[in-house]
């Protein structure tokens, strides 16, 4: 299973742009990249997913590097609610259906 | 539109005891997945499956069994609780995989979690 690495922990003032990083330098050509986000005692929640393009919604924007070996989630203004562990995770659509976390990045936010 | 719910929410159990944790999905999702989290840890994949019928062992299987007999439900099953398995346990589902061009159709979605203490 392809595996992804991220820094244990990240600190950004409220209000400014985050930028976390991803790298997956074992991703295959049929590997979506996700990213999920656990709240303090929530299940995790789906942030946003892309495959070669960068994307954008209402929660973050997705930048995929051009070789798809590293990707970066961005947080446009951080707010005291974006205070969370985010986990950016591959998934095949080849026929392998685990999705596996590691261990996320813990972001605070200072206000 | 309940989503992903998980029973019970809490658990006491002392070492030996049995006991099953329930999943529910309402939204017709073919893939189920337990993991477990442990204090300060991210989540670990328990076991998982891809429809009605069918598990597959995840990156720690043991200690647990897992039946899918309804294509809503993902029951996990503890025969001997150990204090090892102390943990909070996340239910998650998804529609499909194939096709991922569907916009959110490879999506996961978790229940709120079940905090099991075993003593």
């Known amino acids: 299973d392809a595996k992804t690495t991220q820094p244990n922990s990240m600190e950004s003032n409220e209000e400014e742009p985050v930028h976390l990083p991803c790298n997956h330098s074992t991703i295959s050509g049929t590997d979506y990249i996700h990213w999920y986000r656990q709240l303090p005692s929530q299940g995790p929640e789906y942030v946003i997913h892309g495959l070669t393009s960068n994307v954008n919604n209402r929660m973050a924007s997705l930048a995929i590097a051009e070789d798809r070996k590293s990707s970066t989630l961005i947080l446009h203004r951080a707010t005291l609610r974006d205070a969370a562990v985010y986990y950016c995770i591959l998934t095949s659509t080849s026929g392998t259906y685990k999705y596996i976390f590691g261990t996320g990045t813990r972001l605070k936010v200072l206000a | 539109n309940a989503g992903v719910t998980q029973t019970p929410k809490f658990r006491v159990l002392k070492t030996g005891q049995s006991m099953t944790l329930l999943c529910a999905q309402d939204m017709n999702h073919e893939y189920m997945y337990w993991y477990r989290q442990d204090p300060g840890m991210g989540l670990r994949l328990i076991h998982y499956s891809v429809g009605e019928g069918t598990t597959a062992k995840g990156e720690v299987p043991d200690g647990y069994n897992v039946s899918r007999l309804k294509k809503q439900n993902f029951l996990l099953g503890l025969e001997s609780a150990a204090p090892s398995q102390t943990s909070v346990y996340f239910c998650?589902?998804?529609?499909?995989?194939?096709?991922?061009?569907?916009?959110?159709?490879?999506?996961?979605?978790f229940g709120a979690g079940s905090r099991l203490t075993v003593l």
């Open positions: 998650a589902s998804s529609l499909w995989q194939g096709l991922a061009e569907i916009s959110g159709a490879n999506v996961l979605t």
